[in-house]
């Protein structure tokens, strides 16, 4: 990549943001921005069309978010090289980005050289995670993962649903709803649904 010129997609739905990184990323002699996509079904649609050698990919977008449009990018093109360009730096955030397939994990406040940085590195082929975004990441790879099912019962939780309410949503009886709750409370390792919801938000499992 040092010879040519650096292919990069920008995925934002900050026009600010948007128009920001293109404009600082774009002044580096080795990277030219291809495409800018103001939302998760657009940057899908535009990577599919460049097919850039970098893309920045916000994780919290409209339409499809930006875990969605990852997702979706690396299936249908296994090598993509993606880099998580967001404000949240919680557990699961991470864990989800870097699990899909993502090379780097940088939140907005990151200085433009190490953003720059970044995409070097990972046109080149290498993995760029910061140490303290590793820290959290190692965190997360030891707690036990929910199934989908206790994901959808701490949504409900943290949305103030009780049990009854929950076994209505989900059309399943209170028994099973309380089982599910006893396995997130033991998963989590906290003592309660207050606890539950708490750790939930703060951990990114919820927004």
Request: hydrophobic share 40%; net charge neutral; aromatic share 4%.
């Amino acid at each position: 990549m040092a010879d040519a010129s650096i292919r990069v997609l920008i995925a934002d739905d900050h026009p600010v943001v948007l128009h920001g990184l293109a404009a600082i990323i774009g002044r580096h002699p080795q990277i030219t921005v291809v495409a800018q996509a103001h939302n998760g079904r657009k940057a899908v649609s535009l990577y599919r069309e460049h097919q850039p050698d970098v893309a920045l990919i916000d994780l919290q977008m409209p339409e499809i978010k930006g875990i969605e449009a990852i997702a979706m990018i690396r299936s249908e093109f296994p090598k993509a090289r993606i880099i998580v360009l967001t404000i949240y730096d919680t557990d699961e955030d991470i864990y989800r980005g870097l699990q899909l397939g993502a090379m780097a994990y940088w939140l907005k406040d990151t200085p433009p050289e190490e953003i720059i940085e970044g995409i070097l590195r990972v046109a080149r082929g290498e993995q760029c995670i910061p140490p303290d975004i590793a820290n959290k990441l190692a965190k997360r790879l030891t707690r036990p993962s929910l199934t989908k099912r206790e994901i959808e019962v701490l949504n409900l939780i943290v949305q103030g649903q009780s049990n009854r309410e929950i076994s209505q949503s989900l059309t399943v009886s209170e028994g099973t709803v309380r089982a599910h709750v006893n396995n997130i409370l033991t998963k989590l390792e906290v003592r309660d649904r207050t606890q539950a919801a708490t750790f939930a938000l703060k951990q990114g499992l919820c927004h």
